[in-house]
Structures are given as structure tokens and as C-alpha cells.
């Protein structure tokens, strides 16, 4: 039997999907071309910034290009108020006010653009915050697909929560507000067409009501991050590597609903890096974890919250590992790039 | 029935574990044959669980990693051909060829699209008159069915412009090669669900008898592979070299025998070279006579391909089950998922990617 491997060689000169899928490809990206062009400031990347010289406001930006417009569950517009306000609330802050940027592709039927506005607009209404300005370009077709949308939000802090993504402490409890993997697969499934779509719907919807409830627990808020896209892996990688600690979950403890499962089974997918839209991760202190869990557990958004895991007291510096169910331990990696469903 | 939390339930796998350790007496070493089945063991840490001295050697059943580089240079070469719409799994996308990957590939304007199967292609045919639509069709016989009915519908539907670039493997070739080789260390086998789910296991008869070795036909979930560990540790405890099956929910002794057909229909045994491994006699299957007109490699004319090996990579022993991931001086440096040197790494199903996925280190590896 002979014994040989090829040798590839590699082209990285263009821009890959996977460099905007949330994962390792997605940071080297902005470590290496986006921040050094932007002279950015040193430190985490949070989900929405300080804004400077204003000591209560917040602000975040996001780009949403989904494709299907419409999935069970929501749709590109109702998730470009969502995860705008979602940001804003990892943050800390409360939703003042948002601007709403339309790309449309020429084609684009306008039931379709009205049937997405009208939902952006209830989805902006129900979470309480006006959309103040905008913007609406047409690009010819095939210079977009359909419908992309930005939006920009600025917040008001809460009280004293001052949540970031370097705060995580030794002894800090890890919560989750919910079930994991819903958005990720349901786009998955509706834009393949794999037919499951009956048994999944999108996560996707405002946090910020459950934010407030934390708002009373104050600085033993450590962390608060949406797990978007990356999934729970990408997120947890982040807070371990931008709080310098290292962090442990149990399996069986991270709610993975059956039609998710199910779905990640047959397309060989892991949950723990598929997104999602309608859920927080909470580093708590250890002390105030019971209470945190009780207040997002009051409101329907956290309904579901459980503690997954913990900051551990020792343990290399930006390592995130995992119990799995049958005791065993082992590392968490951050996801690479795009989402390759396996052969088989 | 629930779908799947009886298969991971942590109280039964602890009690699992409890009855292998109370049952091997010996440091038995067991080769799971299939990529899917490593990713599970790898993922739940299952081998570092095993008593002491019993070893999983990882086998060569990922289809993805044992897919020889000459043909994954022809797809791109057919890839990078305008009109050409090039299908195949999304784990395909990412193996490095000699010179690039079909992800690199599509960002430079090829049209690659990911279908979740063969069928998709065939739609994607009939939807694209104007353009010539292939599907990269490789794996083992739990793929090939699929394939095959595919071609047999593009016949059906009077399809010129649908071919296949085929690189089917077969299972049982690649375990009598191991078991032919006198370095080989396998003293039972856990044989891959899904593959005897379509061939049944009348096949493993004769290469358990005349190799004196157990093999169980296993499934993917962590109790099935436990309870699949177990009864061929108790074989081999016992002296005993039968097939026995783990997986009665999906499998048969006949297997499904409406895929075999296609398959025999479409296909025909040949020999094929495997990527890392050489090659192997009647390992693999080609396109039957009948079928000749979908063959993609007859269809386009790419010209004399030159693949390029790298001696540093140790991926062939690695696909045996001779070596290690980690015993690899590229392994976690030179070679990651995200510059991947050779097969194992890129696939979900790889040894290397399932080892580094799960944070193995050489310190930390078993065995």
C-alpha cells in the first residue's frame, strides 16, 4: 500500500463567503483589513459602541442580505429591526431610534417590497422604537439579490449595566435565554428547500424587553452577547478571548430543540455554530445568577433560560471547552468560515 | 419514539462504558470504518473513555478525504469552463486540489453550487438547457444509489446536458486491503451503518471468516457506537469472528435491494485509486456501458492533469489507521481546517478535522 498526500496550494486573494459567515475567517478579515484601514481603537468588538463625548448613548450598525426574504417565523425586514435593537441590548442600552437603508434590485416585485416594509414597520412599532431615517437606492439586476437592507440604531443606557465582552470572571455563571440553532436552520432549510420547513421556525425578535429585566442585577451583568451568526461556539470563543478566561459548558444542558437536532443530523451540521436570532448568552456572577435566571425567566423572551456552563477559575486563557454526554471533555473551536452540509 | 435522545442518553452511556471496562481484558484495538462514525467517537471523546490500552483506529471511510486529486483536478477544470454548471456536496468545496479548491474557485466566478442531492442536479439540468450541468459524484454505496437513480432520471428525461464525474469507492475492497497488509494492527470492526443499510452484510461474511475477525454493523449516534464497541469486545473476548448487527432500526442482512439494483444497473465494478491509500483492485464503480453518454469525463476534454503529492503529509497513514492525526509534524501548524494540507482536514468526517475540531493535541491524544 502506498502512502502519499497531495499538496495543495493555496489562493486567498478574493473575498470568500465564508469570510462573512461569523467565524474565524470573518475575524481575520477585520484583524487584518478592516480595523487596520478604520484605525479602529484597541480592545473587544462589542455588538454596539459607546458613543464618544456621550456618556448614556450606544450606537450599532447591520447589514442584512438573508436570502429567502421570507422564512417561517420572520423576514428580512422584521429581522433588520430585530437585530439592530439586539444589538443595541447586548450592550446594555434601550432602542431610541433607527434608520432603515434599502438596496433594491431592479425586478423586485413591489408586493414583495411593500409585504417586507409593512413588517419592518409592525416589527418597529411593536419593539417600541421609531425609524427616524433612511434611505432607499435601486441597483440594476444582478448587482443584488433583491432586497438588502441596512439598519442603524442608537440606545440609551440602562441604569448601571455595563455589559462588554471583556468583563467574563473566574466563577461566572453562563446563561442562555433559549433553544439554539432555530434561524440558522430554518434559512437553511427554506432556501434548499430541504422540507422540514413545517417543523422549524426562525428565533427571530427583539431582546431588549429581556435585557430590562436584567437592568435591577446592574454590574454583576458581566456579559451579554446574541449569539448570531458563528452560533453559541463563535460567541463563547469571543468572550474567552476578549475577557482572557476560560469557559465551560455541559452538553446536555444546551437546549437543542428535536427539529433542530434533526435537521443538523441530516445536513452535518453542529448546532452550537448555527445561528441564531432570538436568543442572549448572559455572564453572570456567580452570586447574582439565580436572580438573573429568575428575571429572564419572567418575561416570555427567557422563558425558557437555563445555566449552561461556567467561567473556569484556571484554565488556558480564550479556551472554550465542552462536557459531552458522556462525560468526556473537549474543546469548543471558533467555526472557520461558511457552512458545508457533509456527504453523508 | 423519539428521534433521538435515546440514542444520547448519558445515564445509558455511562452504564455502557461501566460494562466494556468490566468486559476487556485486554487492550483490544478496533477500527471504526466510517469518517461519521470518528466524528462521533471524536466529538463525545468516546476513545478517551475506553479502559486503558484499548484503542479506536480511525478508518478510511471518508469519502470526501479518500476522493483521489486527479479527479477533484478534473472538476475544477470542468468547473472553470464557461456554460458549465458544477453540482456536488458542500463538503466537496472546500478539498484542496492541486492548485486550488472549488470554493476559490466559485469566488473567482465558477458556477459551483452546493445541492443536498444528485436529483438537484438533474432538476437544475432540466431548468438549464443552455448550460452543461455536472454532478461531482463520489462517496461509497451509501451514495451511489442516489447517483445512480439520478442518471437513470436524466435518461429518462432525455437529458443532454447532465453528466457525472464518478468516483464511487467500496467498503469491503478497502477492509480485506487492510487486513492483507501484515503491518496491520485491526482485530474487529465496526462497520458503517448506512453503508449496510443499502448493501446488508452478506458481504462481510467471508472477510470475517477468512481474517478470524469480529465485525459489528454499527450506527452513528454515541450509544450505538458504544453498544457496537461492546459486542465486538465480547467477540474477541470470547474468541468468536461472526458479523453481528448493532443497528437492527435501519439494517437487514439483504440490505435494500430496490438501491442495488440501480446501483448494478448504472454502475460497474472497477478498479479505483484512493487518495492517500494508492490503488486498490474492484474498489470503486464507473458508469456502465449503457450510461456512457453521462460520463463527465468523457464529455469534457480537460487535457493532461498533473496532481502534485506532498511527501510531508502522513494522510495515507492516516486513512490506514497506521498513524495518528496528531502524530503528524504539520498536524495543528502547518495543517488546519482553515489551511488544510491534505483530505483528512477538510472534511467534517476527517480523522485530521474531527481530531483538531475537538481540540486533540498530542499530549492529549489516546493511544
Redesign the interface.
Given at each position: 500500500?502506498?502512502?502519499?498526500?497531495?499538496?495543495?496550494?493555496?489562493?486567498?486573494e478574493?473575498?470568500?463567503?465564508?469570510h462573512g459567515a461569523g467565524g474565524?475567517?470573518t475575524a481575520e478579515l477585520l484583524d487584518e483589513l478592516v480595523l487596520p484601514a478604520l484605525d479602529g481603537a484597541p480592545g473587544p468588538l462589542e455588538d454596539a459602541a459607546l458613543l464618544p463625548g456621550y456618556r448614556e448613548l450606544v450606537m450599532s450598525t447591520d447589514s442584512f442580505v438573508v436570502s429567502p426574504l421570507f422564512f417561517p417565523g420572520g423576514d428580512i425586514g422584521s429581522l433588520a429591526v430585530h437585530g439592530t435593537v439586539n444589538d443595541l441590548a447586548m450592550r446594555g442600552a434601550r432602542p431610541l431610534a433607527l434608520s432603515v437603508s434599502l438596496i433594491v434590485e431592479e425586478g423586485l416585485p413591489l408586493a414583495e417590497l411593500r409585504a417586507v416594509l409593512t413588517s419592518l414597520g409592525k416589527a418597529a412599532q411593536a419593539a417600541g422604537v421609531p425609524v427616524v431615517t433612511g434611505d432607499t437606492k435601486v441597483v440594476g439586476r444582478g448587482a443584488a439579490d433583491r432586497l438588502f437592507i441596512n439598519t442603524t440604531g442608537v440606545g440609551q443606557l440602562h441604569g448601571s449595566l455595563r455589559p462588554s465582552a471583556a468583563l467574563a470572571r473566574p466563577g461566572d455563571a453562563v446563561l442562555l435565554s433559549g433553544p439554539i440553532g432555530l434561524h440558522g436552520t430554518t434559512v437553511l432549510s427554506t432556501r434548499?428547500g430541504?422540507g422540514f420547513e413545517s417543523d422549524i421556525a426562525s428565533d427571530s425578535r427583539p431582546l431588549h424587553r429581556l435585557v430590562r429585566t436584567l437592568a435591577p442585577i446592574g454590574a454583576d451583568i458581566h456579559v451579554l452577547r446574541d449569539p448570531t451568526r458563528g452560533g453559541l461556539a463563535a460567541t463563547l470563543n469571543e468572550i474567552a478571548r476578549d475577557s482572557s478566561v476560560a469557559v465551560e459548558i455541559e452538553e446536555?444542558a444546551v437546549p437543542v430543540p428535536?427539529a433542530v437536532?434533526?435537521a443538523c443530523?441530516l445536513?452535518?451540521l453542529d448546532p452550537l455554530t448555527v445561528a441564531n436570532e432570538g436568543c442572549l448568552v448572559a455572564f453572570v456572577a456567580a452570586g447574582a445568577a439565580g436572580d438573573a435566571l429568575a428575571a429572564m425567566r419572567s418575561v416570555d423572551e427567557g422563558s425558557r433560560a437555563v445555566r449552561i456552563g461556567e467561567v473556569l477559575p484556571g484554565g488556558p486563557a480564550g479556551?472554550v471547552?465542552l462536557r459531552?454526554?458522556?462525560?468526556?471533555?473537549?474543546?469548543v473551536?471558533m467555526p472557520?468560515g461558511?457552512?458545508?452540509?457533509?456527504?453523508? | 419514539m423519539k428521534y433521538l435522545d435515546e440514542y444520547r442518553d448519558p445515564v445509558l452511556a455511562r452504564r455502557l462504558l461501566g460494562e466494556l471496562r468490566e468486559t476487556a481484558t485486554r487492550p483490544w484495538r478496533i477500527m471504526e470504518v466510517c469518517g461519521g462514525q470518528t466524528h462521533t467517537l471524536v466529538r463525545q471523546g468516546i476513545d478517551e473513555l475506553l479502559p486503558a490500552g484499548m484503542r479506536m483506529i480511525h478508518g478510511p471511510g471518508c469519502p470526501v478525504c479518500v476522493t483521489p486529486l486527479e479527479t477533484l483536478d478534473r472538476a475544477m477544470a470542468i468547473a472553470a469552463r464557461p456554460g458549465v454548471i458544477l453540482t456536488s456536496f458542500g463538503d466537496m468545496l472546500r478539498v484542496p486540489g492541486t492548485d486550488t479548491d472549488l470554493l476559490s474557485l466559485r469566488a473567482r466566478g465558477a458556477d459551483v453550487r452546493v445541492v443536498y442531492a444528485p436529483m438537484d442536479a438533474v432538476r437544475l439540468a432540466a431548468a438549464h438547457p443552455d448550460r452543461e450541468v455536472v454532478f461531482l459524484a463520489v462517496g461509497f454505496e451509501t451514495t451511489a444509489p442516489a447517483n445512480a437513480t439520478a442518471v437513470l432520471q436524466a435518461a429518462r428525461l432525455g437529458l443532454t446536458n447532465f453528466s457525472v464525474l464518478v468516483s464511487h469507492v467500496l467498503v469491503p475492497p478497502a477492509m480485506t486491503a487492510l487486513l492483507d497488509d501484515p503491518d496491520c494492527e485491526v482485530q474487529a470492526f465496526l462497520a458503517a451503518g448506512h453503508v449496510c443499510a443499502v448493501m446488508g452484510w452478506r458481504e462481510y461474511e467471508p472477510i470475517a471468516a477468512r481474517h478470524r475477525v469480529p465485525i459489528v454493523v454499527t450506527g452513528f449516534e454515541p450509544l450505538d457506537l458504544l453498544e457496537g464497541i461492546l459486542m465486538a469486545v465480547r467477540q474477541l473476548e470470547s474468541g468468536r469472528y461472526e458479523v453481528e448487527n448493532q443497528y437492527v432500526r435501519a439494517v437487514c442482512r439483504s440490505g435494500n435491494t430496490g438501491a442495488q439494483e440501480a446501483i448494478r444497473e448504472v454502475f460497474r465494478v472497477t478498479d479505483r485509486a484512493w487518495r492517500g491509500i494508492g490503488a486498490l483492485p474492484d474498489s470503486g464503480l464507473e458508469l456502465a456501458e449503457e450510461y456512457q453518454e453521462f460520463d463527465a469525463a468523457k464529455r469534457f476534454d480537460v487535457g493532461g492533469l498533473c496532481p502534485v503529492e506532498d511527501p510531508q503529509c502522513i494522510a495515507g497513514a492516516i486513512l490506514t489507521g497506521a498513524r495518528l492525526p496528531t502524530d503528524c509534524a504539520a498536524y495543528g501548524t502547518r495543517c488546519t481546517p482553515r489551511h488544510p494540507l491534505g483530505a483528512p482536514m477538510v472534511s467534517s468526517e476527517g480523522t485530521c478535522a474531527a481530531f483538531h475540531a475537538a481540540g486533540r493535541t498530542p499530549t492529549r491524544s489516546t493511544a
Open positions: 500500500m502506498t502512502i502519499q498526500c497531495p499538496t495543495p496550494k493555496h489562493e486567498e478574493v473575498v470568500l463567503l465564508g474565524r475567517l434548499e430541504l446536555s428535536e437536532a434533526s443530523d445536513l452535518g479556551r471547552t459531552t454526554l458522556v462525560g468526556a471533555r473537549r474543546i473551536d472557520l461558511e457552512q458545508l452540509p457533509r456527504i453523508c | -
